[in-house]
Structure formats: structure tokens, C-alpha cells
């Protein structure tokens, strides 16, 4: 059973930067993207970042490129979301997902496994 656990997240200072791991289980391969999105109330979710496991690829939206980074451990199968320079419309719950293979998707249709979520509020 897939499972994937999101951690960190809370209150974060604007201008301040976040930190966000994903702990994955159960997959029974390395092939696999690992991917962020996160979801803001009345809004659709949205893509961050995805990195793909075999290789070590990244992928970014271009709406916040210039300021988060998506890295694993892989001694500890984690994934890692770096955000800096956060604004209070970054405010959202943030979710990891996970699919098989190695076509990273920008849409969540594309991950078969999530995450419960994890709150991360923004204060100005």
C-alpha cells in the first residue's frame, strides 16, 4: 500500500522561507515522480515542482520557479519542498503526490497517490 506523508508546514512569516519533506512508502519501483501541489480555498490545485526519482530531474511551474526547490533523500525515500521568499497568497495546503513511470505531469490527474495535505498559512 502506497502511502505518503506529508510533514513541516504551519505558520510562516512572510518573506521568511518553508520547508516542507514527504516521507513515501510502499512503491515497488524507482521509477517514479514525486511531485508538490497545493490548493488555496475557491481555488483548483496547482502545480509546484516535481522531481523524478530515476535520474534526479526536476521540473518547476514557471509561477514560482525562481523560488522553491524540490530535492529527495533517498536513504530516507523523502522528498523535500523549499520555498523562500513566501507571500501571503502562498498560504494553501500543500500536497505530495506520486505516480509510477517517469512522465512528470503538471495536473493532478496525472498522480495516482496523495498525501492527507498539510496547512501552511502565511502572516504579513
Known amino acids: 500500500q502506497v502511502q505518503l506523508v506529508e510533514s513541516g508546514g504551519g505558520l510562516v512569516q512572510a518573506g521568511d522561507s518553508l520547508s516542507l519533506s514527504c516521507t513515501v512508502s510502499g512503491l515497488t519501483s524507482n521509477t517514479y515522480v514525486m511531485a508538490w501541489f497545493r490548493q488555496a480555498p475557491g481555488r483548483v490545485r496547482e502545480f509546484l515542482g516535481a522531481?523524478?526519482?530515476?535520474?534526479?530531474?526536476?521540473w518547476y511551474d514557471d509561477s514560482v520557479k525562481s523560488r522553491i526547490t524540490v530535492s529527495k533523500d533517498s536513504t530516507k525515500n523523502m522528498v523535500h519542498l523549499q520555498m523562500n521568499s513566501l507571500k501571503p497568497e502562498d498560504a494553501a495546503i500543500y500536497y505530495c503526490a506520486a505516480t509510477a513511470g517517469t512522465t512528470i505531469y503538471t495536473v493532478p490527474r496525472g498522480y495516482d497517490y496523495w498525501g492527507q495535505g498539510i496547512q501552511v498559512t502565511v502572516s504579513s
Open positions: 522531481y523524478r526519482w530515476s535520474g534526479g530531474s526536476t
